[in-house]
């Protein structure tokens, strides 16, 4: 479906896909200020902009991350995420050069929802700048885990917030092109 209205913005969030293969390249610090500040623009209830990001860098606490959260999936008794985990190639980020984690005010009613909004501003900004992304909510299984206070106080995260999930972030060669099937049967109209 097109329209003669169809314009830059549109066309960037009918291209956007999730990516889960980088190129090892860091992303440029202006770059990633850029996909900062739209995130910070996104609508919150009554403007309480209920959010905290942690641009992770850091291979190394990539990795780890990446590790603990492997052996959390690995100790499950979900056989299907079990399999999942037990790849060798397992990288809950995708090999990303960095991520970000996306935390939300723990005393705010709208907080996944208006994180949800920024995160999809850094996926349509990322998109706009020549970057690709994913959104990682396996994440969630780290901070949900006894070990969550550990990777809050090592990540920085203000108290009162609470990690929710997280962006990889970077280039890659392999942008999908391929459209997912819409379903557009979902639609009612009342007039």
């Known amino acids: 479906m097109s329209s003669?209205?169809?314009?830059?913005?549109?066309?960037?969030?009918?291209?956007?896909?999730?990516v889960r293969s980088f190129?090892?390249?860091?992303?440029?610090?202006?770059?990633?200020?850029?996909?900062l500040e739209a995130a910070i623009f996104a609508p919150s209830a009554?403007?309480?902009?209920?959010?905290?990001?942690?641009?992770?860098q850091n291979l190394d606490i990539l990795n780890k991350m990446n590790q603990e959260i492997r052996n959390i999936i690995l100790q499950s008794s979900d056989e299907n995420l079990k399999k999942f985990a037990s790849k060798e190639d397992f990288n809950v980020f995708h090999n990303a050069p960095m991520a970000i984690i996306v935390s939300g005010k723990e005393n705010s009613q709208s907080a996944q929802v208006d994180c949800a909004a920024a995160t999809q501003?850094?996926?349509?900004?990322?998109?706009?700048?020549?970057?690709?992304?994913?959104?990682i909510g396996f994440v969630g299984i780290l901070f949900s885990s006894p070990k969550a206070q550990d990777y809050i106080k090592l990540?920085?995260?203000?108290?009162?917030?609470?990690?929710?999930?997280?962006?990889?972030l970077g280039y890659t060669e392999n942008y999908p092109q391929t459209v997912p099937e819409r379903n557009w049967n979902v639609v009612e109209w009342i007039k």
């Open 23 to 35: 190129l090892p390249t860091q992303v440029e610090e202006e770059k990633i200020k850029l996909l």
């Open 46 to 56: 009554v403007n309480g902009q209920p959010w905290f990001f942690t641009v992770v």
């Open 155 to 168: 990540l920085k995260i203000p108290e009162g917030y609470k990690p929710l999930w997280a962006i990889a």
């Open 121 to 135: 501003n850094i996926f349509l900004a990322a998109k706009s700048l020549g970057l690709a992304t994913c959104w």
């Open 4 to 18: 003669v209205f169809e314009n830059e913005i549109i066309k960037s969030i009918k291209e956007r896909r999730s």
